[in-house]
């Protein structure tokens, strides 16, 4: 469990069923599917990590009937009891009571999914008379007498509980419009195409207009800037994490279960496993972005507010449970521990096993193997067998098994071919289609395999109006910048297309490539933040960064701009050894042209530059865009090591470039970090997915951060 300090409170709220509706322009809002399950696994975690209990979490949801998603049905109804249901007047009813019973100083949790809608403004006077409220949408919105939840609405009701002295953290995974996704891969968004202009009630349960005024104005302030995310302005002594920029769409996908979740919630809770002392919320989002952007390009989760505190307010170390191996199955390859469903541990569970007597968890030296729940286990017991042997030494009775987060790096992307209702059938999209079909076949799997029946695939393959090849991520949106394009009666492009999905594929698990390890002596010692921008800059000038225009997470810049990246090494200077605790720092570029180069330090043969505990550097670095090209997302990704490590391993050429040198021109991998590096990357993998605790997670950590590089 971890530590706390305060007393927490938490609003979970959760709308997979939408009355049946139909909005002035056509569309409605549809029914979806992964939203309760987001409650339900965020009140698992707060129950198992934080230690919550049923009067400290309070729900809202509406569960499907066993209808279809899309059906519309004008007698469909949430199964639970009405009084639970997410109504206008039962989450602002929620709202109220949080701020009513919780005391100063206590830890406040809303999350929200479902989605967010735009909607005739109720206060032109604030935002101009053909101008739109943000909101969330309640689940009789179908009724012409229901309200939105609008984002002036939801200011005020957490400016009231600031002003009580409550620490509010306020997750939003939804979005304003989400349009259509394409092809068939399970994505589904959170929004529809358009605002609703029907005209509404414009009462308000939350408080008077002019309350709601006042406290927009205030925090409006005097700049005025419209956040990235689309939601609130500047807030103030809260934190708000939204699931996608304003004009971007949030989408709920089949992860490896097969059940849909959000993207942003799925990936948070993930993030929130490996929770270390001194995360912060700017930390914690970076982590999210990055794997967000692995399957979803078009989705850039935001941040607003109070990046910089500790992630629920919590700077007190989190304490690590081990629990004892009372068996041990030599012939299996497995071993009986001391905890089931009781303590939470389900199937597919990954302890680390240390010998018995252990008492420092973070001498990564001393630990002996890795071992998985495979089958469900019992109700105080549960078998787990040992899948990677890190010592020669035997696993005993009385070894200690600390629970950690799977740690997992995917190696494969796969692929589904779609086929598109809206081509006219000029266009022979089915044969060009079997053509890749056939080639990835030959190639076998690899980096990039074709989907099995029934399984989410992270890319797509289609044809477009042009009579050109494209590829698309799993909410149809094309990947830019693949030049020149394919065309599909060039008897070249099939093999072409199939090397462009595996550098893809490539380039993806690079950008997803992250130690999760807690127990790690590095876990949360390097940060890594934009400073801010300059127009212009001469290297031999001291660098003064500006602030980024606008309020968020995603800055934004111009080609030929500078950027400058602050790192810093948080671990703490020792006496007399001065060189403990240095980190060998190297930064690589995940450029918009699919190119990974190594830019800091970047002379040639040159691993990394060492940088001294609790020192930091700022460095700058200059954005391009391609001619032509859409807007794009550059990645700066950041590693610090305690000993020498060959990041080159990670670099890929632009796309269909040629590789510049080849695995034996950089040798054999010397560690086992550049063994994980190089299976990431290089070698055909024969696995779906490598566990980074096996590869000395203790001696390496990385961060990232991104930059939107656009014209406009």
Not at 78 to 96: A, D, K, L, R
Not at 138 to 143: C, E, K, N, Q, V
Request: charged share 20%; aromatic share 8%; glycine share 8%.
């Amino acid at each position: 469990m971890m530590a706390r300090s305060k007393n927490m409170w938490a609003l979970l709220i959760g709308v997979d069923c939408y009355m049946d509706n139909r909005l002035p322009n056509g569309s409605w809002y549809p029914s979806l599917t992964g939203c309760v399950r987001d409650v339900r696994k965020v009140d698992q975690f707060l129950r198992t990590r934080l230690g919550l209990t049923d009067e400290r979490i309070l729900k809202l949801t509406a569960s499907n009937t066993e209808l279809r998603p899309n059906d519309r049905d004008p007698a469909r109804r949430p199964i639970e009891p009405p009084e639970f249901w997410p109504t206008y007047e039962n989450m602002v009813s929620m709202f109220n009571r949080l701020a009513r019973e919780a005391d100063s100083g206590d830890q406040i949790y809303i999350h929200y999914s479902g989605h967010g809608g735009r909607t005739r403004t109720c206060y032109p006077e604030l935002k101009g008379a053909h101008q739109f409220d943000e909101a969330v949408v309640p689940t009789d919105i179908g009724s012409p007498e229901a309200r939105y939840l609008r984002d002036v609405e939801i200011a005020y009701l957490l400016q009231q509980m600031v002003e009580k002295g409550l620490i509010v953290t306020i997750v939003l995974d939804s979005c304003h419009s989400g349009g259509a996704t394409r092809g068939n891969s399970g994505a589904v968004p959170r929004g529809i195409d358009g605002p609703d202009t029907s005209v509404r009630r414009s009462d308000s349960l939350v408080a008077s207009s002019a309350e709601l005024r006042a406290s927009w104005h205030a925090a409006a302030g005097t700049r005025g800037l419209k956040p990235g995310s689309g939601w609130l302005l500047e807030p103030q002594g809260y934190t708000l994490l939204a699931a996608c920029r304003a004009q971007e769409s949030a989408f709920e996908y089949p992860f490896d279960s097969g059940e849909e979740n959000g993207a942003l919630t799925y990936w948070l809770l993930d993030s929130l496993k490996q929770i270390a002392p001194n995360m912060s919320y700017k930390l914690l989002h970076d982590r999210i972005v990055a794997k967000v952007h692995a399957q979803f390009e078009a989705q850039t989760p935001q941040l607003q507010g109070e990046g910089a505190r500790a992630v629920f307010g919590s700077h007190e170390i989190q304490p690590v449970y081990a629990v004892p191996v009372i068996q041990v199955d030599d012939a299996g390859g497995r071993v009986r521990l001391n905890a089931g469903q009781a303590q939470f541990i389900r199937k597919g569970a990954q302890f680390i096993i240390y010998p018995r007597g252990t008492n420092d968890l973070s001498a990564t030296e001393t630990r002996l193997a890795l071992a998985e729940v495979e089958q469900e286990p019992g109700a105080t017991d549960a078998w787990a067998s040992l899948t990677s042997r890190l010592r020669d030494a035997p696993v005993e009775q009385g070894a200690q098994a600390v629970l950690i987060d799977p740690c997992m790096v995917r190696l494969r992307r796969s692929v589904v071919l779609t086929t598109r209702e809206d081509l006219p059938q000029t266009i022979d999209q089915r044969t060009a289609l079997a053509r890749v079909r056939e080639v990835m076949r030959q190639r076998g799997g690899g980096f990039a395999p074709l989907a099995g029946a029934g399984e989410a695939a992270a890319f797509q393959v289609a044809v477009n109006e042009r009579s050109e090849f494209e590829i698309w991520d799993a909410a149809g949106a094309a990947f830019a910048n693949l030049i020149p394009v394919l065309a599909i009666d060039d008897p070249t492009a099939p093999a072409t297309l199939s090397q462009r999905l595996v550098h893809l594929a490539k380039y993806r698990n690079v950008q997803e490539l992250d130690n999760h390890d807690l127990l790690s002596p590095l876990a949360g010692q390097l940060m890594v933040e934009l400073a801010g921008k300059a127009v212009a800059y001469d290297r031999a000038d001291k660098a003064e960064p500006q602030p980024f225009d606008a309020p968020g997470s995603t800055p934004e810049v111009k080609p030929g701009e500078w950027i400058f990246v602050r790192i810093r090494n948080l671990l703490p200077r020792i006496t007399n050894q001065p060189r403990a605790n240095v980190l060998n720092i190297t930064v690589l570029d995940l450029d918009s042209n699919w190119a990974i180069t190594q830019i800091y330090p970047s002379r040639p043969g040159a691993l990394f530059v060492p940088l001294d505990p609790e020192s930091e550097v700022v460095l700058p670095f200059q954005t391009s865009l391609l001619a032509g090209s859409d807007p794009t997302i550059d990645v700066i990704k950041v590693f610090g090591t305690a000993g020498t490590t060959n990041f080159r391993w990670l670099e890929l050429p632009a796309i269909d470039c040629p590789v510049l040198g080849n695995s034996g021109a950089r040798g054999s991998p010397a560690s086992p970090l550049e063994a994980l590096l190089a299976a990431i990357v290089v070698q055909d993998p024969h696995t779906r997915t490598l566990n980074t605790a096996s590869f000395a997670s203790g001696e390496w950590i990385t961060a990232q951060v991104e930059v939107r590089v656009s014209n406009g």
